[in-house]
Nanobody, 123 residues
Framework: QARLVEFGGGLVQAGGSLTLSCEAS???????MGWFRQAPGKERTFVAA????????LYEDSVKGRFTISRVNAKNTVYLHLNNLQPEDTGVYYC?????????????????WGQGTQVTVSS
């Protein structure tokens, strides 16, 4: 059973930056970690993903060039660096694990989730 814990959310002004972290335990080296976000009243949507073993990444189009996903294998931690934040980036950010296989955008491919961390961007 994987255990995921997110940190780093907060309130920032538009144009600001945050770094989210996801500490993982009980996950395989062949698995993929994904970041998703959920705005109030909306579905959980894909942001970015990275595979532990080779660092392959995938980004949702609206965050390309602004967000960067990275991992430190020795710390079992995945990071999401958010730059040039905009109000539409507001939501609860969750990390999830896809057991085996590379990055995917569909939330149904991820089987375990953290509790989420709130990101609020003011205009």
């Amino acid at each position: 059973q994987a255990r995921l814990v997110e940190f780093g959310g907060g309130l920032v002004q538009a144009g600001g930056s945050l770094t989210l972290s996801c500490e993982a335990s009980g996950v395989s080296f062949t698995s993929t970690m994904g970041w998703f976000r959920q705005a109030p009243g909306k579905e959980r949507t894909f942001v970015a993903a990275i595979r532990w073993m080779n660092g392959d990444t995938l980004y949702e189009d609206s965050v390309k060039g602004r967000f960067t996903i990275s991992r430190v294998n020795a710390k079992n931690t995945v990071y999401l660096h958010l730059n040039n934040l905009q109000p539409e980036d507001t939501g609860v950010y969750y990390c999830g694990v896809r057991k085996g296989g590379g990055p995917r955008m569909d939330a149904s491919d991820y089987t375990d989730w953290g509790q989420g961390t709130q990101v609020t961007v003011s205009s």
